[in-house]
């Protein structure tokens, strides 16, 4: 089993940065991938970008890109995201995730275990 831990969400201002944090502790799979996914209420989870454990390449989706940055501490099974230039559309709750699946996992149901996740706010 792999347990995530998400951390960092709250409350900023339009314009401003947080940046979360996301611990797994449990299994570990060198080949996997962690990803950031988030959902707004009323709607899908969507997501928003991955890395891979092992060689660090990254992808994101087209909503964020230039504006967020995932990475990790290999050392602390931790991964990061930076989020920058924040938007109240970028409000939503924020959730880690670890993929087994081979390539780079973009839909949900790539991936096998989730955190609890961490409310951000974006404020106008």
């Known amino acids: 089993q792999v347990q995530l831990v998400e951390s960092g969400g709250g409350l900023v201002q339009a314009g401003g940065s947080l940046r979360l944090s996301c611990a797994a502790s449990?299994?570990?799979?060198?080949?996997?991938?962690m990803g950031w996914f988030r959902q707004a209420p009323g709607k899908e989870r969507e997501f928003v970008g991955a890395?891979?454990?092992?060689?660090?390449?990254?992808y994101y989706a087209d909503s964020v890109k230039g504006r967020f940055t995932i990475s990790r501490d290999n050392a602390k099974n931790t991964v990061y995201l930076q989020m920058n230039s924040l938007k109240p559309e970028d409000t939503a709750a924020y959730y880690c995730a670890v993929s087994v699946f081979n390539g780079m996992p973009i839909r949900k149901s790539n991936y096998n275990y989730w955190g609890q996740g961490t409310q951000v706010t974006v404020s106008s």
């Open positions: 890395i891979k454990w092992s060689g660090g390449y990254t």
């Open positions: 449990g299994r570990t799979f060198s080949s996997s991938t």
